[in-house]
């Protein structure tokens, strides 16, 4: 299993930014597949989730209505458009997929700062 992240950097409070992740090695339309976030000194947190076919998403309330999952089975790739950036966003971002184990990517930083 091989999960690689892109897209992260230092973006301004309010402004976008959407993330990627490709994946490999595994049964990806069969996958339900997780962004996390961990910011420095917090534990790494649940931000949302999507259904191995794309119709069932879930977010936590604090990004509720700001951020968006989505996945193209054809390509093999699941996003993760974040909106209205808050200083609170900033984190280093992975991809999730459960299988025998949590798989993960080495993560993107996400930097929200003026």
């Known amino acids: 299993v091989q999960l690689v992240e892109s897209g992260g950097g230092l973006v301004q409070p309010g402004r976008s930014l959407r993330l990627s992740c490709a994946a490999s090695?595994?049964?990806?339309?069969?996958?339900?597949m997780n962004w996390y976030r961990q910011a420095p000194g917090k534990e790494r947190e649940l931000v949302a989730t999507?259904?191995?076919?794309?119709?069932?998403?879930l977010y936590p309330d604090f990004v509720k209505g700001r951020f968006t999952i989505s996945r193209d089975n054809a390509k093999n790739t699941v996003s993760l458009q974040m909106n209205s950036l808050e200083h609170e966003d900033t984190a280093v971002y992975f991809c999730?997929?459960?299988?025998?184990?949590?798989?993960w990517g080495q993560g993107t930083q996400v930097t929200v700062s003026s």
């Open positions: 999730n997929t459960k299988g025998w184990r949590d798989y």
């Open positions: 999507i259904s191995s076919d794309g119709g069932s998403t």
């Open positions: 090695g595994f049964t990806f339309s069969r996958s339900t």
